[in-house]
């Protein structure tokens, strides 16, 4: 469905939760839909709370240098780590090598950067941090009051990114690989990533829209 300008319509209504009643079954389907990706698969929630931080783009420079110094030092420690726990340069056999690689890349350390695994989860999430990193950083600002507007909700096509592992529950590990954990409700908005911001002095301004 488009919107007033001519984009997804987004529709926003603010309840208290002592006036939600029973959820309704079966659950009503949109009447109109322009596209099938705009419906979630049926799926169940399963809410986590996480901290994120910051796009690194935003923090201050001083920051941003302190962050690149301490990813310099972790691959540096990485690096020695690897290099001394590194196998045997000669085997007996063919099969003994092959051993010997797979357990030097089980007990390989997994990178870890502020900006995959430490700034901002992807996947459907409520509140949390804007990422730009396909944009550079824009302004989403109230056009009534001109209060910055943080988002609300973001709708993205992926679960777990692939970037890292850090973000993936636990319990979905070992399945990584299945559709169904990556993307599990089967929405696709703009391009692959849609937040609805709203203006934090007062709620009842016009939401906004952003797209990545």
């Known amino acids: 469905m488009h919107g007033p300008d001519r984009t ?3 529709v926003l209504k603010w309840r208290r939760s002592t006036d939600v009643g029973a959820v309704l079954m079966p659950q009503p389907e949109p009447p109109v839909v322009g596209r099938r990706e705009c419906v979630p698969t049926m799926c169940v929630v399963h809410p986590e709370r996480v901290v994120e931080h ?3 783009g935003l923090l201050e420079e001083e920051l941003q240098e302190e962050i690149d110094e301490w990813e310099e030092a972790r691959l540096a420690e990485d690096d020695a780590d690897a290099y001394s726990s590194a196998p045997p340069a000669s ?3 063919y099969e003994e090598y092959e051993e010997a690689m797979a357990a030097a890349g089980a007990a390989e350390p997994e990178e870890i950067n502020y900006m995959s695994d430490l700034s901002i989860a992807p996947g459907w999430k409520v509140g949390g941090f804007a990422s730009w990193h396909l944009t550079d950083p824009a302004p989403v600002d109230c056009e009534v009051c001109d ?8 709708v993205d096509m992926w679960e777990c990114d692939g970037a890292s ?3 993936l529950p636990v319990e979905d590990r070992d399945a990584s690989d299945d559709p169904r954990v990556i993307d599990p409700t089967g929405v696709y ?17 016009p939401h906004r829209l952003s797209f990545l």
Request: proline letters at 11%.
């Open 54 to 56: 910051e796009y690194l």
């Open 189 to 205: 908005l703009g391009r692959g990533l849609m937040r609805v911001h709203t203006c934090p002095a007062y709620p009842v301004h």
């Open 91 to 93: 085997y007996a056999t």
């Open 8 to 10: 997804i319509d987004v």
């Open 165 to 167: 592992r850090s973000w």
């Open 147 to 154: 209060s910055a507007m943080p988002p609300l909700l973001t």
